[in-house]
């Protein structure tokens, strides 16, 4: 049975850096549709990053970044896609939040190019960023 396991979380001062990794196992084949979501207290769970491979072996792909990301965050994945990686730089004290690595398991998911959390049907443990001002 696949698991997905993040790592990376931490507490850093408004202005820095963190990187956050999924590592994805189990799995007959690398997930090709992942994407990084964040829930902080009290608030819905929304996307962050989204990475769709059309073909992992030709690395064809596209990323969708949530407006309150972009030219911040980057998502990237590792050799044979069996890492997810998220670099998050000038972090800001609203980027506090439980960050979860999830993937979207179904076919033709490029095409579909999913971006709400219900239509991602694997999720890791999720991983603690806390940014203090």
């Known amino acids: 049975q696949g698991q997905l396991v993040e790592s990376g979380g931490g507490s850093v001062q408004a202005g820095g850096s963190l990187r956050l990794s999924c590592a994805a196992s189990?799995?007959?084949?690398?997930?090709?549709?992942m994407g990084w979501f964040r829930q902080a207290p009290g608030k819905e769970r929304e996307a962050v990053a989204l990475i769709y491979n059309s073909d992992i072996y030709t690395g064809s792909f596209y990323t969708r970044y949530a407006d309150f990301v972009k030219g911040r965050f980057t998502i990237s994945q590792g050799n044979a896609k069996k890492t997810l990686y998220l670099d998050m730089n000038r972090l800001k004290p609203e980027d506090s939040a439980m960050y979860y690595c999830a993937a979207d398991l179904r076919s033709h998911c490029y095409t579909r190019g999913a971006q709400l959390s219900s239509d991602f049907d694997a999720w890791g443990q999720g991983t603690q960023v806390t940014v203090s001002s």
């Open positions: 189990g799995y007959p084949s690398s997930p090709s549709c």
